[in-house]
């Protein structure tokens, strides 16, 4: 794995600046296979007998009928090999410098975007899901498959961390439960279109979203959000979201 320099002053600066930071070649190939072999692993011996809260599958089936999966969620509370990856000390050391302070692991899990029927991620801040204060975290999301813009890559816009948190609405979209409701028009969006192994990192106030994939190339990302421990969660702010949440999934539950 490869974090970055000893010296991390010029990346940090750049992402502080625009509110995300690309790092190539973040995992080799040799990393990569491993990564992917354990995540069929754990959808083969773990995911059978997941709540559903850890589990979203794409609500399209595929022209054979069969589903896809298209989050794991609390990867690193379910197994072992998730949680020693996502501990692994040159990313926390990489975490503490991006975090203002101690960093730990908030959650591990995948956004896979499968082939044909990977669905959209709406605009939205991590923050609104996360509620932390000071928003001193931000999300590693490491490409597993290439990341395109015809398999639905993540694009950001630069310096958008750096604004106010937008009001957040119900988005309909199970696995992204909210959406940003007021977003300006307009935007200078960048797309992190990356190799296998390469990696993005997004602070949690930076607007972001992701198209369907509707090409063949499945795009599977290994995500893992670290926070500062100084982090506060505000009560109210956080019941909110729990409410939309709660709602989107039971109304999924009962159709
Ligand atoms: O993988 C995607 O398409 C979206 C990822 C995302 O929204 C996130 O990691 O916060």
């Known amino acids: 794995m490869n974090a ?12 502080d600046e625009d509110g995300f930071l690309v790092f190539r070649s973040l995992l080799s190939p040799g990393e990569i296979a491993e990564v992917k072999a354990e995540l069929q692993r754990y959808e083969r011996e773990i995911a059978p ?12 089936p595929l022209p054979d009928g069969s589903r896809r999966v298209r989050n794991l969620w609390r990867l690193d509370k379910h197994d072992g090999y998730f949680a020693a990856f996502a501990n692994r000390p040159e990313i ?3 975490a503490a410098v991006m975090v203002n302070g101690e960093a730990e692991v908030a959650g591990a899990e995948t956004f896979s975007k499968p082939a044909l029927v990977g669905s959209v991620v709406p605009h939205h801040q991590d923050n609104a899901y996360f509620n ?3 928003p001193d975290c931000f999300t590693l999301w490491i490409a597993l498959d290439p990341s395109t813009i015809e398999n639905g890559c993540v694009y950001y816009v630069p310096g958008s961390h750096n604004g106010q948190r937008l ?8 696995g992204n439960s909210m959406k940003a409701d007021q977003v300006p028009a307009n935007l200078n969006e960048v797309p992190a ?7 993005v990192i997004h602070h949690c106030m930076a607007l972001h979203r992701s198209e369907p994939n509707r090409s063949t190339q499945s795009r599977l990302a290994l ?11 505000d009560p109210e702010a956080a019941q909110y979201y729990r409410n939309i949440a709660s709602a989107l999934q039971a109304a999924n539950v009962s159709q």
């Open 4 to 15: 970055g320099p000893e010296d991390l002053s010029a990346q940090k600066r750049q992402y």
């Open 92 to 94: 926390l050391r990489m």
């Open 49 to 60: 007998s997941l709540p559903p809260t850890d589990i979203v599958w794409e609500k399209e």
């Open 193 to 199: 279109v990356l190799a296998p192994g390469d990696a």
């Open 167 to 174: 009001p957040h609405v119900a988005s309909g979209v199970l």
């Open 132 to 134: 932390l204060v000071p």
């Open 223 to 233: 995500v893992i959000v670290y926070r500062a421990k100084h982090c506060k969660v």
